[in-house]
């Protein structure tokens, strides 16, 4: 599998779209150039928690941070936001542990690998 990071953000956002087309339970997230305050002001009419912003020709890059977040300061739903995470991450490494003790899975993605 090839390294994409390197190339910018529009070219590996239409490669994945590509991977993306006809699979269900997976949503393409479009790039919006120009409507960045309408997409905002949509954000927070439907009480989401805010937009990601790249610049379309940077690469994916650790550091320096080549995106940031523009957050919804009305956002309704943060508060036991982290709590929620917390409850869904404890059950699924519980989940995994009892994977192993049942002998049903010998291979257990550790909480920092990626996939």
Not at 7 to 28: D, H, M, S, T
Not at 32 to 60: M, N, W
Not at 79 to 96: N, P
Request: aromatic share 6%; proline share 3%; glycine share 6%.
């Amino acid at each position: 599998m090839a390294d994409l990071r390197s190339i910018p953000l529009l070219e590996r956002k239409r490669r994945l779209q590509r991977l993306l087309k006809g699979r269900a339970g997976l949503l393409y997230a479009a790039h919006v150039e120009r409507r960045g305050t309408q997409l905002f002001e949509a954000i927070c009419s439907k009480d989401l928690e805010g937009i990601v912003c790249r610049h379309k020709l940077a690469p994916y890059v650790e550091k320096p941070a080549t995106w940031f977040k523009v957050l919804n300061p009305d956002y309704t739903q943060k508060l036991g936001h982290r709590e929620m995470f917390d409850k869904f991450r404890d059950q699924a490494s519980a989940r995994e542990m009892v994977e192993v003790a049942s002998g049903a899975s010998i291979c257990v993605r550790d909480r920092n690998d990626t996939l």
